[in-house]
């Protein structure tokens, strides 16, 4: 079965500042991977997804992820932060074929003055 | 388009009652999921409808159980509610039987306290 690892639970990172979400999956079969984001009190919002293709994705609001096989991560990276960034984000997969979709724990990522 | 709507926005219920939440899909969608997110965790995910049939179920027990009606909408049934029910409940539709290629559009979900 299908699992998502979110190392970091919070990352505080000052405005304007590159920043790096980490995620790493598990799976024994071909994976579909996903970046969506929480502000308070809202559902998610889909920011990036990787189906096949080019390993780098861009997404929303700047973002961008790069899938990485051998390792087996999914990193979500923006090169500039803004203080309209400040939220929750959770790393998701699914299974070639599976209708399910796994969440990770999230990351809470916190904007620095 | 309308997007994903949910109701109640809150609800608090005693431990033993019974809890119906509700589920309009976005405009064009035919399947709907349902996940529980607990304070401070990811979604998990609770179950899923395509065209009114149950299309895929995550671990949780038999008392939870759902509908979707011939419109897409959806209900989420809680039976013999513990504490460990409380939590935020989200709702997703999509179009498509296969999530992966039609992204899930959430609610802004329900929170559920149980006392």
């Known amino acids: 079965a299908q699992s998502v690892t979110q190392l970091d639970s919070q990352v505080p990172v000052f405005e304007e500042a590159p920043v790096e979400l980490r995620c790493n999956y598990s799976s024994s079969v071909s994976v579909y991977l996903f970046w969506y984001v929480q502000y308070p009190n809202q559902g998610l919002q889909l920011l990036l997804k990787y189906l096949s293709g080019s390993t780098l994705v861009k997404g929303i609001n700047g973002f961008e992820a790069e899938f990485n096989k051998s390792q087996t991560s999914f990193h979500l990276r923006k090169p500039s932060v803004h203080i309209s960034d400040t939220a929750e984000y959770f790393c998701?997969?699914?299974?070639?074929?599976?209708?399910?979709?796994?969440f990770g724990k999230g990351t809470r990522l916190h904007i620095l003055p | 388009e309308t997007g994903v709507t949910q109701s109640p926005t809150h609800l608090i219920k005693t431990r033993g009652q019974q809890v119906t939440l509700r589920c309009s899909s976005q405009?064009?969608?035919?399947?709907v999921s349902w996940y529980q997110q607990a304070l401070g965790q990811g979604p998990q995910f609770i179950f899923q409808y395509y065209r009114e049939e149950e299309n895929g179920r995550g671990n949780f027990p038999p008392r939870f159980s759902g509908l979707q009606f011939p419109n897409y909408s959806s209900e989420l049934n809680v039976n013999a509610l513990e504490l460990d029910d409380s939590a935020l409940y989200l709702c997703?539709?999509?179009?498509?039987?296969?999530?992966?290629?039609?992204?899930?559009?959430f609610g802004n979900g329900t929170r559920l306290t149980v006392t």
């Open positions: 997703a539709s999509s179009f498509g039987q296969v999530s992966y290629n039609s992204p899930l559009h």
């Open positions: 998701a997969v699914s299974e070639w074929r599976d209708d399910k979709i796994i």
């Open positions: 405009s064009g969608h035919n399947t």
